[in-house]
């Protein structure tokens, strides 16, 4: 995809050893210690075409051949497994995900196209060209496991935040109240291409052209806000922190229909 933004290729520290990379319009996380050279997990797989990218980084941070110990997803969206099937087969590791997100990664199931007619900016209208099929990842796929625990992410849990994809998770870490979110909501407008490009800090709803379940999807912004996070990252935007974060979290759970529910489109009128 031709998309792109000045964040890309940069990363930042979110929490401790929680390092988000901007991989052309999307983030994805490495989380670990960066003297453990196998004891890191990624979180997200980025954009088509982007697994050597990815690796550069990864050796960046771990050193040379640095292997991640699992691959985490909150999701399964072209821009979020793009250079899944290519990492997945290099490191030779396993991918978890919600169950309910289990058919879009093993080539069972496509997810609902994108709406390009929906209330929003140019990327909105440019989503008719975002592919919606599955990946197959095979073996690889397993399920997260039922209790919240997150494998090879002590002190994590993962939280079921559905609406933008119905087996859509975030990870949360209490002890330092670090928060990946996913897409469940974001922090810059995802669907004007000038706010995508320049990565100006809004914290906003999930993408208006991908997110199928809006009920689902406010009753999701609610459960986050709840737990207080004091670091966040999404998977559109630049991390947020401290106040700024909890003031604009609990407005947008306040004023979720206002805010961040666009006035038309096929998923909010309910014709699928």
């Not at 964040?7 to 930042?12: F, I, Y």
């Not at 979180?43 to 990815?54: N, Q």
């Not at 980084?57 to 899944?84: C, M």
């Not at 169950?99 to 080539?107: C, H, Q, R």
Request: with cysteine; charged share 25%; proline share 8%.
């Amino acid at each position: 995809m031709p998309l792109t933004s000045t964040e890309s290729g940069k990363t930042h520290l979110v929490g401790e050893d929680v390092y988000c990379y901007t991989n052309q319009i999307v983030n994805l996380f490495f989380v670990g210690n960066r003297d453990q050279k196998n004891g890191w997990v990624l979180v997200d797989a980025g954009m088509p075409r982007s697994a050597d990218k990815i690796i550069e980084q990864a050796e960046e941070l771990y050193g040379e051949g640095a292997v991640p110990s699992a691959i985490i997803l909150t999701h399964g969206h072209f821009d979020h497994v793009g250079a899944l099937p290519d990492l997945a087969e290099k490191w030779k590791v396993s991918v978890y995900a919600h169950p309910l997100e289990i058919p879009y990664l093993t080539g069972e199931t496509s997810y609902d196209k994108p709406d390009p007619t929906v209330d929003g900016g140019t990327v909105a209208k440019l989503s008719k060209m975002f592919p919606n099929e599955p990946v197959d990842l095979g073996g690889y796929v397993k399920e997260l496991p039922q209790e919240g625990s997150i494998p090879e992410m002590p002190g994590w849990k993962w939280y079921h935040t559905p609406g933008h994809t119905p087996g859509h998770v975030s990870l949360f870490r209490e002890s330092d109240r670090t928060l990946i979110a996913g897409d469940a909501f974001t922090t810059v407008k995802q669907d004007e291409m000038f706010e995508v490009v320049k990565q100006e800090k809004e914290i906003n709803g999930p993408p208006v052209y991908y997110t199928p379940n809006w009920e689902d999807a406010e009753e999701s912004v609610k459960k986050l806000a709840e737990l207080k996070p004091l670091h966040a990252a999404t998977g559109h935007g630049k991390p947020m922190t401290g106040e700024e974060l909890e003031k604009g979290l609990a407005e947008l759970a306040r004023t979720f229909k206002e805010k961040a529910v666009p006035d038309h489109g096929k998923y909010v009128d309910g014709d699928k």
